[in-house]
């Protein structure tokens, strides 16, 4: 943050957008405002590094006019054993391919009257910085909506597979009680989940077994877990770990700092307070990037600002394209006993799901329903 | 690459905002679906859902065009298409019937079949009815190199 007080800042900010030259953004200093909510940059870029591209690698399509890149697959490779007198089968060579397209995720276009952006001023705002910081994680955030709506659908998939059915079967406490329980290839429930047949959306707390089952997903398929992805709430549950999963000396750590370090059994973790998004009982496994997908950036992101005689607009936007070519390098813990498959049986999906895109980032504080204390109304 | 639907306005005085489709609209998607969304088409909420969704129009609520070529890949990642929900622009259309048109009469949003597929397209709207109406001719396709011209209108009912 620079020194330049909001006081100077808005007026400076509205004069400037009467210079077509200058467009320039201004640093803002202080805070003189309550703040709504603990925002993070994107979580799925810790899964899968986010990297530019340049127009020269994207592909053009005859049958549409947006640009897509071509993704290959590592071809498969036997050997066989054989006698002396034998020959080798033949196999002509061919590596699958996947098209990855461009989307574009975009801010909404914030609009504001010239002589209304100085009222800002006397309450020593920056209201258009702030905007302008909050939309990149809005962003960023819709982003992690999109990569987590992929991973379920990766997951669910060879669920479905593995079950031998169209659609991912009834995962839940009773099914698993069942005679014939399904068969949990990509998702798993949690110990405690596993054995709860109320069949809810309220997540059981997570356990060192839960870990081992979840990393075990791919450890099984000739890939290795090694970033496992969980909601903020639901890391808390390591507080519960015991001295006995832990060892003395990181339970005393645990209980007074927290868990400090970056690693877990050799692997790596993120979490994220993007309870909207990653919902809380949803823990995600990945193997490394090199074995799941891409994520690219076309382009940089970009904020635009317009004035059209009094009236001020802005915008940020981004164009990103994300693949999860191998499903297999993913899994996922459930530690809710209830079906969060599309059969949706005990009605609960609208809660382990992430929220509709409109919904992200709900604001937290109740002003505008008029809910502060203590209250003083002036008219 | 076929085109079906070309936009004479600015992109954005046209007011192009993103809209997902229904469950059932959205498999068509998929260039290769039994019935793939063309440009062109016009389409209306789905009122049988609580979120808003959008699918093929039949011309009982007001309409509007989609703007995204068959099988754009953005419209296949995000379930949504690009609409264009401003009014008064002129576009040419392939997406539409030629029975009882003439210029200067209304249009409304019906069944047209297009590369032997049922879509939904422009057709005469005849005054009578409760079908919204959605523009009006400006030019007729055996003038126009087989594109139906037509001005966009804000939606409005006779009845």
């Known amino acids: 943050m620079s020194d330049v007080p909001a006081s100077v800042l808005n007026p400076r900010f509205a ?36 990297e530019s591209v340049t127009y020269e690698e994207v592909q053009v399509s005859v049958n549409h006019e947006a640009p897509t890149i071509i993704v290959p697959l590592e071809p498969e490779a036997r050997a066989m054993t054989m006698s002396f007198r034998g020959e080798p089968s033949v196999r002509l060579i061919e590596a699958a391919r996947v098209e990855m397209a461009f989307i574009t995720v975009a801010s909404e276009v914030y609009q504001k009257d010239e002589g209304e952006l100085v009222i800002y001023q006397k309450m020593d705002m920056p209201i258009t910085k702030l905007i302008e910081d909050n939309t990149v994680f809005t962003i960023q955030a819709i982003q992690d909506r999109e990569f987590l709506l992929h991973a379920e659908s990766a997951v669910q998939a060879l669920q479905a597979e593995a079950n031998g059915v169209a659609a991912a079967p009834v995962l839940n ?76 000396p990181l339970k005393s750590e645990t209980v007074k700092s927290g868990y400090v370090h970056n690693e877990l059994n050799g692997r790596k973790y993120a979490r994220s307070n993007k309870s909207d998004i990653l919902r809380p009982g949803n823990v995600y496994g990945f193997t490394n990037h090199e074995f799941l997908g891409k994520f690219r950036r076309l382009t940089e992101t970009k904020f635009y600002v317009d004035k059209q005689f009094r009236t001020i607009k802005w915008q940020a936007w981004e164009d990103v394209a994300m693949l999860l070519a191998n499903v297999a390098s993913l899994g996922k813990i459930e530690l809710y006993s209830g079906d969060a498959t599309a059969h949706d049986t005990d009605s609960i999906r609208v809660n382990v799901i992430p929220l509709e895109e409109e919904a992200i980032s709900p604001t937290n504080n109740r002003v505008e329903s008029g809910i502060w204390y203590p209250r003083v109304v002036n008219f | 690459m076929q085109t079906y639907f070309r936009l004479y306005e600015d992109l954005n005085r046209a007011r192009r905002l993103d809209r997902a489709f229904n469950a059932a609209n959205k498999v068509f998607t998929v260039p290769t679906s039994a019935n793939p969304l063309i440009e062109g088409e016009w389409f209306e909420i789905d009122n049988s859902v609580t979120t808003e969704q959008y699918k093929r129009g039949t011309g009982a609520l007001p309409s509007v065009p989609l703007f995204l070529e068959k099988g754009r890949p953005e419209m296949q990642i995000t379930g949504k298409g690009t609409f264009l929900f401003g009014y008064d622009w002129i576009a040419d259309t392939k997406v539409m019937v030629t029975t009882s048109l003439d210029e200067g009469l209304m249009l409304k949003v019906g069944n047209v079949t297009i590369d032997s597929l049922a879509r939904s397209g422009l057709v005469y709207h005849d005054g009578t009815g409760t079908d919204w109406v959605v523009g009006y001719v400006m030019r007729l396709p055996a003038n126009n190199g087989g594109w139906l011209r037509f001005q966009r209108l804000s939606p409005f009912r006779l009845s």
């Open chain 1, 15 to 50: 004069a400037a957008m009467n210079d077509p030259g200058q467009r320039a953004k201004i640093a803002q200093k202080g805070q003189n405002w309550i703040r709504d909510k603990l925002r993070e940059e994107r979580f799925c870029s810790k899964v899968l590094p986010l």
């Open chain 1, 173 to 248: 406490g009773t099914a698993l009680a069942g005679l014939t329980p399904p068969v949990e290839y990509s998702v798993k429930k949690s110990e405690l989940a596993r054995i709860d047949v109320s069949d809810t959306g309220t997540p059981w707390p997570f356990q060192i077994s839960d870990w081992v089952s979840l990393v075990q997903i791919m450890d099984s398929r000739q890939l290795r877990c090694e970033m496992v992805l969980f909601p903020e709430s639901d890391w808390d549950g390591v507080m519960q770990w015991t001295t006995q999963d832990m060892g003395s």
